[in-house]
T-cell receptor, first 112, second 116 residues
Framework: DQQVKQNSPSLSVQEGRISILNCDYT??????FLWYKKYPAEGPTFLIS???IKDKNEDGRFTVFLNKSAKHLSLHIVPSQPGDSAVYFC???????????WGLGTSLAVNP | GAVVSQHPSWVICKSGTSVKIECRSL??????MFWYRQFPKQSLMLMAT?????????EQGVEKDKFLINHASLTLSTLTVTSAHPEDSSFYIC????????????FGPGTRLLVL
């Protein structure tokens, strides 16, 4: 049972445009959400997070939006750069269990 | 910053030997550290959670006698793969979480283990 779902395994975007990566979750107990970026054979790099008390968090080119009623969050990268090409993982945790539950990732390719 | 290191970055060993992997939080104290395993083209699989000074909590299906975890200090956790076999070959990644209310885990660069 996949509690965190990233339904798009891959995404291709032109340099300078916006990249939108989506994530859906099923567990209403999740109250903290994170996005990580990962290159092959490396550990994930933390990008940005959001608490369930907010609906938006912004950090430079990265913005995460949370829609609790739809149990959906998205990561916006603008403008996209070739160096953003990587696999992006969405993760969530619940107040009563602080393990991270991971999505399967979306591979982003930003084309020059 | 929040830097986590792992050592070694890769290791090749013979079947039947034991391998120790170190995970260190370099610029913060980590009350909790996590050990993950990643198979090719799959997501991270949590193996165990370790809190400083107490026994690790293992996920279902992970053999605690096979994967020994020691979280001896607030900056160091070790994973020992005992009597390694070829099926233990994988990419092992640790993460560390600060104390207090922080939920964010910071990851090490990973260790590639190949058992011959």
């Amino acid at each position: 049972d996949q509690q965190v779902k990233q339904n798009s395994p891959s995404l291709s975007v032109q340099e300078g445009r916006i990249s939108i990566l989506n994530c859906d979750y099923t567990n209403s107990m999740f109250d903290y959400f994170l996005w990580y970026k990962k290159y092959p054979a490396e550990g994930p790099t933390f990008l940005i997070s959001i608490s369930s008390i907010k609906d938006k968090n912004e950090d430079g080119r990265f913005t995460v939006f949370l829609n609790k009623s739809a149990k959906h969050l998205s990561l916006h990268i603008v403008p996209s750069q070739p160096g953003d090409s990587a696999v992006y993982f969405c993760a969530a945790s619940a107040r009563d269990n602080r393990k991270l539950i991971w999505g399967l990732g979306t591979s982003l390719a930003v084309n020059p | 910053g929040a830097v986590v290191s792992q050592h070694p970055s890769w290791v090749i060993c013979k079947s039947g030997t034991s391998v120790k992997i170190e995970c260190r939080s370099l610029d913060f104290q980590a009350t909790t550290m996590f050990w993950y395993r990643q198979f090719p083209k799959q997501s991270l699989m949590l193996m165990a959670t370790s809190n400083e000074g107490s026994k690790a909590t293992y996920e279902q299906g992970v053999e605690k006698d096979k994967f020994l975890i020691n979280h001896a200090s607030l900056t160091l956790s070790t994973l020992t793969v005992t009597s390694a076999h070829p099926e233990d070959s994988s990419f092992y990644i640790c993460s560390a979480r600060r104390g207090g209310q922080s939920e964010t885990q910071y990851f090490g660069p990973g260790t590639r283990l190949l058992v011959l």
